[in-house]
């Protein structure tokens, strides 16, 4: 008698074999051209909850997908159930311990750090970062605006939010390309090397920055991160790194990402640009509906206990992913999540997260969207894709758009 071989299976034995399902937590066939209909027929006729064996963030042997809000929303309001060590998992490639400051943390030291980082992204300060902001925006789209067109992503989607994020942080912008380059490949290679590489290189520079602000303060992030107290001791020389490392990457890719999903979509209706042009007081609601449709992060947690999801029983140690593009196209959120609906009344949205890791960079984020939007209007009349031009996405830890032709006359 035969019966097949319990190697061949490439998931835990918890894990029921209906639930085993065949999809690449980060590429699905077809994310070049649209990587939101491309996760959608990836998840046609798949379990609301299942188990998925590929490995691309190292998260061993697989990770449970959940493709419903309601269930991201219960793992992410329960950080001590479900933890976010290891999240990201960047020292991982360094064969390094350190985490990301405050991502990687659990409670109740968690709560501690943020309580020490919100005031400097609150709401409340914003306003005073505005002026920098929209001369830096300015600027860059002055610098194209009479060739009537423009490469988006390049000249305008990536060197915007990058230089935002980089006066903040009291880095040099004249390093900008170097610094495009190494956050491309720590999040956009497949090639484990090459993203090391990238880990290492950001590491070494960082560490050397931030002796530099040890021994020269200056009015900066960096400086803040060395001298500050939560309760009652400094940071230690690993949380330092850990913040400055998280400001580094998550400030570079997600803003840009966004604008490169919103401008595509923009330019693809022209009508929308022409409403928004018109009556500028409707950017605000617009940028919030462009956030809902183009959620773009795929982050992880993992169980602490046993326990149960949906009626799926999940193991101390498993990893689940939170996959809030999954949810920016969940029809048991929004009866019909793929319209882009400025004026719908609930745009309830997982694109920043939620509960206790919530971003902490949304407020300047949003205002970063809403300003590129206002000037866009105001600057460039109305403009569409390139016709011919080639236009890619990409899915992965963070969708986006790698290259976006844009014309006007
Ligand atoms: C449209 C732009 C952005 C999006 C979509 C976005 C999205 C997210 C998401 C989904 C998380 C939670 C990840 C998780 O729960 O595992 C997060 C956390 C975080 N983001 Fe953002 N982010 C954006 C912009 C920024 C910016 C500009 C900054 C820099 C100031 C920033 C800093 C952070 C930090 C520090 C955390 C960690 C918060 C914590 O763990 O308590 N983000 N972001």
Redesign the pocket.
Known sequence: MTTSAPSARKCPFHVPTELDQDFDILRNPGHTEDPYKALAMALEGKPRIFWSSTNPFSKQPGAWVLTRTEDMRTV?RNPKLFS?AE?AGFSKLLGENWS?V????DPPH?GA??AW?NPL?ASSVIPAMEPAIRETCVQLIEEFRSKGHCEFINEFGRPF?VT??LQ?MGLPVSELPRFLEWEDELLHSEDMGVKAKAARQIKDYLVEQIADRRQKPRDDLFTKATIAEVGGAPLSEDEVLG?CY??FV??LD??A??LGLHFQYLAEHPELQERLRKDPSLIPQAVEEL?RRF???V???RATEDTELAGVQIKAGDWIT?H?PASAIDETLHSDPYTVDIDRPNKAH?????????????H???R??IIALEEWTQRVPGFRIKPGAPLRTHAGP?YGVDELHLEWN
């Open positions: 992410l976010s999240n990301l405050p991502l990687e943390m968690h750090m943020r980082v992204f939010p935002v994020i903040l913040f998280l400001m998550g400030g997600t803003v990402s966004s956030l959620s773009l992060v982050s992880h947690r939170i809030t997982l694109t920043f997260s939620f509960g206790a890791h919530t971003c902490l960079g949304m300047l984020a949003r970063e969207l963070v």
